[in-house]
Structures are given as C-alpha cells and as structure tokens.
C-alpha cells in the first residue's frame, strides 16, 4: 500500500486561500487513483475532489465546484488541493486517500479508497 502524509492545512480567514499538499511514498504512484475527502466535528466524512492516475479526470463535489482545483505531479508523487474563496463552513479536517486502480473512473465514495493520510486540520474564521 502507498503511504499518505498532508501538509498545508491552518487558520485562514474567509475568503482567503490555502493550498493543501499530500506525499505518497512507493513506486508506483502514478497507479493511483487520488482523492480528497474532508470530515468536520459530529459529521461523517465526505467526498472534496478526486483525480485519475494520469490526471486528465478530474471530479468535484458540488460544494466545492469552482472554488478548489485538485492537482496531481507523478514525477514527485505528490497530491495537492488548492482551495480559493474559502467559507467556514469548509472547516473540517482534510485527508487524502490513494485507490489502486487500473482505469480511469474518479470514485467519490471513501468506501473505495484503500489508504488514507493522518489528516491536516483546516479551519476557516469568518
């Protein structure tokens, strides 16, 4: 499996940006499936944006649709979520997940993520 580790997160006033990053180790990063999912305190966790192994797919929830572009550089194995207009209500903590995956669907359901980070504490003032 592909260890995970975010980087990024912090206290950021509404309105303002954060770029979010994740390190995967192993070799074969450009094999995985890649996601962003985030959980706030007495929710369950949720679907933020998702990227195919080569990058060309890309898939976004709702709430976040032209707001955060997910990014992915297999040369360095790494994952990142850049996130603009931020609300308080995008407080939450935000994890990255890895899906080994041999085509090119963006799943949204952390059911089918494999390997997931620590998570990195986002939190939004107004």
């Known amino acids: 499996q592909v260890q995970l580790v975010e980087s990024g997160g912090g206290l950021v006033q509404a309105g303002g940006s954060l770029r979010l990053s994740c390190a995967a180790s192993?070799?074969?990063?450009?094999?995985?499936?890649m996601g962003w999912f985030r959980q706030a305190p007495g929710k369950e966790r949720e679907f933020v944006a998702g990227?195919?192994?080569?990058?060309?797919?890309?898939n976004y929830a709702d709430s976040v649709k032209g707001r955060f572009t997910i990014s992915r550089d297999n040369a360095k194995n790494m994952v990142y979520l850049q996130m603009n207009s931020l609300k308080p209500e995008d407080t939450a903590v935000y994890y990255c997940?890895?899906?080994?995956?041999?085509?090119?669907?963006?799943?949204?359901?952390?059911?089918?993520?494999?390997?997931w980070g620590q998570g990195t504490q986002v939190t939004v003032s107004s």
């Open positions: 192993g070799r074969t990063f450009s094999s995985y499936l």
């Open positions: 990227i195919s192994r080569s990058g060309g797919r890309t």
């Open positions: 997940a890895a899906r080994y995956d041999s085509g090119s669907y963006v799943y949204a359901s952390a059911t089918n993520y494999g390997s």
